[in-house]
Each structure stands twice: as C-alpha cells, then as structure tokens.
C-alpha cells in the first residue's frame, strides 16, 4: 500500500500562499521526490498530480479507499500475535477497533457514513471489509509467516539526485538472506494485458530496495482480496535499470510541468469519479491560479485551457 509519502521539496523556489480567512500563509515549493502512487498520478494526467502535489487540494474520503486503508491495518496488526493465534475469527475481531483507531487519526472518514443514522450502511461496509480479511487465509497462511518488516518506510536517492520514497506494506525474508515484497490490493486482479501496469508500484519499490541495500529481491507479490488472485513477478536487474529510466524520464517531464506552469490534462473513464473535475479546463473549470514562480519565456498556466491529452 502505498501513501502519499511525498516531501513538497526544498525551500528553494518555494512562494508563500495565502490561506482564507487571513491565517498565515503555508509554503509551497516545487516537488523533490516520487513516490508510486504520485508518479501513476502523473503518467494518469499531469494536472491531478498538479492539484495533488502542488496545490495540495483537499480530497473526500471515498468508501473504497478507507476499506482498503483499514484491511492493511488489521493485517499488519494480525502479525502482533504469536502464529498460532493468527487465525481468520482473530482477525475478524480487530475490524471494528482498528475502524475506531482510523476514525480517531482521520476524523474525516467519519464523514463517509454521517447520512447513515441507523448504521444499516457502515454495518454492510465493516462486514465487506472483513469478508476481504477473511479471504486472505486463502491465498496466505500467516501461521508460517514472520515478515521482517510491515508497513516500511523506505527512501533512497538516485545518482541523478531524485528521491524515491514510498511504504512497502511486508517485507518477508528467508534463511538464505532472499527478500520477497508483498503488497495487499483490496480490489480485484487486473486483466492480464493490464499486468505491467499493475507490477510497475513493485518494481518502484524493488529499485529501491536495490539502491539502498545492493539486493535485488527474489521475488515481488501482489495479494488480490477482492478475486482472490496472487500475482507473482520475479525481476532482475535489467528490470530495475528499466525502470530507473522510465522514472528519471517521469522526472524530467515534472520538473519541465513545475517550472512552465503547464499541466496538461489527460482525460480518461477515471476522470467521473474526481475530485477535481470542476477545476479542470476539460470539464470547462480554472485551476486555481499557480502558486510556484513560472520560468521566464514559458507560456504558464493560462496555456492550459486550449491544451487536451497527450
């Protein structure tokens, strides 16, 4: 699983922006880092990293998402058990506190279920996400798994300066020192001509692993809960130099999008359930105006009206 783990940058370039109501302003600087989650906004379209990243605008919870950030919790929690207690009624057991924790840390998923007094709806939701615990014992037996790491911060920098940065959500290790990734994925499996796209956060997070500990992991693993699929990718190096280069190529196009002040929209299906459509100037919105400074000679945001998809 991967946050938004993205630094706003140095303060170099950085510009203060005013924040209603007269309170002091907050800073914005140009990005410094990528994560998987942000570089797939950028590759998806250029202005949602825009509004993400850079003007930092807020997003409603979605129902689907909480779910997913609240099964992560409670596997990564199962694992605080001795092995023989992990078992699926166990697990079942931790979705209702570790609902009451993510409400506590994100006051605003509680707004997800504000019009369901009676509670039919957040019942029907609770019990979603515990069918998707529950069919984890399916794919993965946690009585014979200790990972090394859950829930791992890892940050590397690549000679060409950029930092990559990201969480991995287990890391498991084996006597011979071989290192798998797993990540859970709360939906379903991807068609398999759409597999690539779905290894690219893996093989974002095997680089780093390879930057920062000169190993290239055994193998990368996607749990599906929601079809019950596992998707196994087992890179090599050409893998991870491939990937390196697709990112400094991704890199380059930001910064270029950061200092011209363009960011081109890319309209997709996706694009109904954004946040975002009513800023967008393919939806026949204005994006906010562009806090950063914009390089001299370049056409700037007001370019970006007339622009459509690459």
């Known amino acids: 699983m991967d946050s938004s783990v993205d ?31 942000r570089a797939s906004d950028f590759m998806r379209c250029p202005l949602l990293y825009r509004f993400r990243v850079i003007d930092r ?13 609240l099964v992560h919790a409670v596997l990564e929690r199962l694992f605080d058990a001795p ?9 079942r057991a931790l979705v209702p506190g570790q609902w009451d924790r993510l409400r506590e840390s994100r006051p605003e998923v509680g707004e997800l ?21 529950e069919r984890w014992f399916t794919l993965e037996d946690p009585v014979r798994l200790e990972p090394a790491e859950r829930e791992l911060f890892v940050e590397t920098e690549l000679d060409s300066g950029l930092r990559l940065r990201g969480i991995i959500d ?31 956060q893996m093989t974002f997070y095997a680089l780093v692993v390879w930057r920062l500990k000169g190993v290239v992991p055994r193998r990368l693993q996607l749990v599906y809960l929601g079809s019950g699929d596992v998707l196994t990718y087992d890179p090599v190096v050409a893998d991870l130099e491939r990937v390196e280069r697709k990112l400094l190529a991704l890199w380059a196009a930001i910064r270029e999008a950061t200092e011209s002040g363009e960011w081109r929209p890319r309209p997709t299906k996706l694009c ?23 390089r001299a000679g370049a056409s700037g945001p007001v370019a970006q009206g007339r622009m459509g998809a690459d």
Request: hydrophobic share 35%.
């Open 272 to 294: 109904g359930w954004c946040d975002h459509r009513a800023l967008c100037p393919e939806f026949g919105g204005t994006p906010p105006p562009y806090p950063l400074p914009v």
């Open 7 to 37: 630094g706003a940058g140095s303060p170099a370039g950085s510009v203060e922006v005013p924040v209603g109501g007269g309170e002091a302003g907050r800073v914005v600087a140009p990005p410094s880092s990528l994560s998987p989650s």
């Open 83 to 91: 092995a023989a207690e992990r078992t699926a009624p166990r697990a």
């Open 113 to 133: 279920f504000a019009d369901d007094p009676e509670g039919a709806r957040l019942a029907r939701w609770l019990g979603e996400a515990e069918a998707l615990v």
């Open 57 to 69: 605008l807020p997003e409603r919870p979605s129902e689907a998402a909480t779910r997913g950030t």
């Open 170 to 200: 287990r890391v498991d290790v084996a006597p011979s020192g071989e290192v798998r990734i797993v990540d859970y994925k709360t939906g379903k499996a991807p068609r398999p001509e759409y597999a690539e796209g779905a290894l690219f």
